[in-house]
């Protein structure tokens, strides 16, 4: 059964870390939630709720070691510590609506361009495909039958199961061809770029 909240207030007074410890551990997760349900989707970008929460505990933490509250009823910690984190939200809320710091003034990057005329195409140009298609030719020359079968079968999007019943081999040798080629594409790419 957890501790009434009036002995866990006088725990603190007298500088007991494990009575802090434990009123972290009983109101953080309820108030992160409540502090996140608070923030708009666009403040909740510049206002990280968990810093908040942190922020209202060391203040709550400092204020009852100097004996600034007193708890006369069930659930006034829970209060207390809602009224604490509350205000710091509010507070930096006011602060990033602020004329020169205002989540208003943002503009969004589509905003800001015309995405529109920006289009990038997927398709590689022809000297990457050309290139490409040695890089691929010098690969599957040193393979033997079985690691060029399951290059063009991943290469055409197959599986791992799938690759492994048509070859008639296990999936982890399946796995452990591809994981020869990552390895034998990676060495050429750096040797490229060297």
């Known amino acids: 059964m957890d501790e009434p909240s009036a002995e866990l207030l006088a725990r603190l007074r ?23 349900s ?11 709720p968990e810093d908040v929460i942190q922020s209202a505990f060391r203040s709550f933490f400092v204020g009852a ?3 600034q509250f007193s708890l006369k009823r069930g659930g006034d910690l829970w209060r207390l510590l809602v009224a ?7 507070r930096g809320a006011k602060r990033h609506s602020a004329q020169k710091r205002s989540v208003d003034a943002e503009e969004t990057l589509a905003s800001t361009f015309d995405l529109a005329g920006l289009t990038v195409s997927q398709e590689p140009t022809p000297a990457e495909a050309v290139a490409l298609a040695d890089e691929m030719e010098a ?30 081999r296990s999936e ?5 061809i591809l994981a020869t080629l990552r390895d034998q594409f990676s060495r050429r790419l750096r040797a490229g770029n060297e």
């Open 14 to 36: 007298a500088g007991d870390d494990g009575a802090a410890t434990e009123v972290f551990e009983r109101y953080v997760h309820r108030l992160t939630l409540l502090a996140r």
């Open 38 to 48: 608070r923030l708009s989707s666009r403040m909740a970008g510049r206002i990280d």
């Open 65 to 67: 070691q100097r004996g």
């Open 84 to 90: 604490i984190a509350m205000r710091k939200l509010y």
């Open 139 to 168: 690969v599957m020359t040193r393979l033997d039958h079985f690691g060029r079968r399951v290059l063009e079968l991943r290469l055409q999007g197959e599986q791992l199961a799938e690759i492994a019943a048509d070859t008639g």
């Open 172 to 176: 982890r040798s399946v796995r452990r």
